[in-house]
């Protein structure tokens, strides 16, 4: 499992949320706190949206903990929207390709959380993208093939129904292949604009999630784990949730209406990881 944060709001220096605070994310890379796998060493993160439409985007193979240009990075850019992870790989290669966030376009995504049988999807997976869309897949991880799937579902028109209908294609998938159907599913994703945010599995082992106004900056920030031992501060996301911050306001919906509206079945998560 990897660890991540994201913020909307007004403009901070990304050393604010990855490096300064007592359980930053660099700190959570060597001892995160709340997920399985403590160290998350499989490279790390940053997007940011500035003045142009298009994120920048840094990512490096190295632990986070371990490379000094990300400090000095994080020292000097500030931003009013970015995204950091650390990554845990889940069996892909460890490469610069491997690491998020991903970029599409103005679209940033990233990841906590697996597909399961993933070895065995993979390739019927792959094969539901458009030829724009596979060749625009640069990895090999199951977080960016979902991104892509979401992106030809139409993330653009209906980020939360586009994501609901990419896990609905692995879920479809993997019943047709005889693999048995398993998400897990945390993930932040912008467009420049908005900052949308998911908590959902299809067991009752949920990667977690945490969103707080008051901890960082004049801001909205969301979190696999709390920067800070001000716990009070951060409100835990409920699984089954899509988020969505505009305007300076927190929006939720239920993530997972499609599926039972279609008349489908995966249950939703009980227990936090």
């Known amino acids: 499992m990897c660890r991540w944060a994201a913020y909307l709001g007004k403009p901070i ?4 949320i990855v490096a ?9 890379s060597q001892a995160a706190s709340e997920c399985k796998t403590s160290v998350n060493g ?5 997007a940011w949206y500035g003045e142009r439409p298009e994120p920048g985007l840094y990512r490096d193979i190295l632990p986070a903990w371990s490379d000094c240009n990300l400090r000095h990075i994080a020292r000097q850019v500030r931003s009013p929207l970015f995204l950091a992870h650390v990554r845990a790989s889940t069996g892909t290669p460890t490469n610069r390709q491997n690491c998020h966030p991903f970029v599409n376009g103005q679209w940033t995504f990233m ?3 697996q597909i ?3 070895a065995q999807l993979r390739r019927a997976l792959e094969e539901k993208l458009s030829d724009g869309f596979y060749h625009a897949r640069s990895g090999s991880t199951d977080s960016e093939l979902l991104f892509l799937l979401a992106l030809q ?5 209906g980020p939360g129904n586009a994501l609901m209908r ?3 294609t692995v879920l479809e998938t993997a019943q047709r292949l005889g693999v048995p159907p398993h998400v897990r ?9 908005e900052l949308h945010a998911v908590r959902y599995s299809t067991d009752d082992i949920c990667p977690t999630l945490y969103v707080s106004r008051a901890a960082i900056g004049d801001g909205w920030c969301l979190v696999s784990e709390p920067l800070d031992s001000q716990d009070g501060k951060w409100t835990g996301v409920e699984p089954g949730s899509f988020l969505t911050i505009r305007d300076g306001s927190l929006h939720r919906e239920p993530f997972g209406r499609q599926a039972a509206d279609s008349g489908k079945s995966y249950p939703l998560a009980g227990r936090a990881a």
């Open 13 to 16: 220096y990304i050393e604010e």
């Open 20 to 28: 300064s605070p007592r359980h930053s994310l660099i700190e959570q």
């Open 42 to 46: 499989d490279g790390f993160g940053l």
């Open 111 to 113: 990841h906590n959380g």
């Open 116 to 118: 399961g049988g993933y």
């Open 153 to 157: 579902a139409g993330l653009e028109n």
């Open 166 to 168: 990419a896990v609905e």
């Open 185 to 193: 599913l945390t993930a932040a994703l912008s467009n420049g604009r």
